[in-house]
């Protein structure tokens, strides 16, 4: 149940975000939520079949594949004192990634009502916080409410 919620947290922030940043409307985010959960099934029955471990690695090839990245590297640093250097790393391919796509989305749909400079690091950084700012306080508001 606590899995579920997670889940469902998790969601709304990525749709908000999608929303957002990339114009989704609901019949595009519709689709993305159903492919979301497809791949979602995808990698419990990979965790299944072949066990956590050959999952994770699957996961890790295709989020590769996904970013263009071949060089991506997962790293398990409970623990470790490398932990501030892997955040770095993270949030610079986090970065990245984001730009991409937002350049990517932005050439689709051609001039937008509202100027966007995709190499601007702080306005991604701000635009991250409003949104987990808005659906930490819907959430809020909606358990409020119950």
């Known amino acids: 149940m606590a899995g579920d919620r997670a889940a469902k947290i998790a969601w709304q922030i990525y749709a908000k975000a999608v929303i957002d940043v990339l114009h989704y409307g609901p019949d595009r985010l519709e689709r993305l939520r159903k492919e979301s959960h497809a791949n979602y099934e995808q990698l419990n029955k990979w965790g299944h079949e072949d066990g956590l471990d050959v999952a994770m690695e699957k996961l890790r090839r295709c989020a590769a594949d996904a970013m263009q990245s071949p060089d991506l590297e997962v790293a398990d640093i409970d623990g470790s004192k490398d932990a501030v250097?892997?955040?770095?790393?993270?949030?610079?391919?986090?970065?990245?990634?984001?730009?991409?796509?937002?350049?990517?989305?932005?050439?689709?749909?051609?001039?937008?009502?509202?100027?966007?400079?995709?190499?601007?690091?702080?306005?991604?950084?701000?635009?991250?916080?409003?949104?987990?700012?808005?659906?930490?306080?819907?959430?809020f508001e909606r358990r409020r409410r119950r």
Do not use: C, H, W, Y
Request: proline content about 2%; cysteine-free; aromatic content about 4%.
């Open 85 to 139: 250097e892997v955040d770095k790393e993270f949030r610079k391919q986090q970065l990245n990634f984001i730009k991409r796509v937002r350049a990517q989305t932005l050439g689709r749909i051609g001039a937008t009502s509202q100027p966007v400079n995709v190499l601007a690091e702080q306005g991604v950084q701000d635009k991250v916080q409003e949104i987990m700012q808005q659906v930490s306080q819907q959430s």
